[in-house]
């Protein structure tokens, strides 16, 4: 089992920048790739990157493709999304999950762990 604790989430206005930071425990020896999702009211739960467990690679939803950056710090136990020049639509609930594949996936389902998530909240 991994437990995972996002933190970082808060208010900002439009072009602001945020770091979330997502805590693992337990089982953390394992070589999960760790993904960041969110989920924004009324809408269902949609994939915003990935890492694979080692760093080397990542992947990114369009929508935050060169304005937000995934990465871990393996001594850590820790995975982080920056957040840079946000905007009103990046409003929603941040998830943290782990998937014990060692490649990257994109689809819920795939991801076996999840945290609780986080709140952003952009104003414009």
């Known amino acids: 089992q991994v437990q995972l604790v996002e933190s970082g989430g808060g208010l900002v206005q439009a072009g602001d920048s945020l770091r979330l930071s997502c805590a693992a425990s337990g089982r953390t020896n394992s070589r999960y790739t760790m993904g960041w999702f969110r989920q924004a009211p009324g809408k269902e739960r949609e994939f915003v990157a990935a890492i694979t467990w080692n760093g080397a690679a990542t992947y990114y939803a369009d929508s935050v493709k060169g304005r937000f950056t995934i990465s871990r710090d393996n001594a850590k136990n820790t995975v982080y999304l920056q957040m840079n020049s946000l905007k009103p639509e990046d409003t929603a609930v941040y998830y943290c999950?782990?998937?014990?594949?060692?490649?990257?996936?994109?689809?819920?389902?795939?991801?076996?762990?999840w945290g609780q998530g986080t709140q952003v909240t952009v104003s414009s």
């Open positions: 999950a782990a998937d014990q594949a060692w490649f990257i996936r994109v689809a819920n389902n795939e991801y076996d762990y």
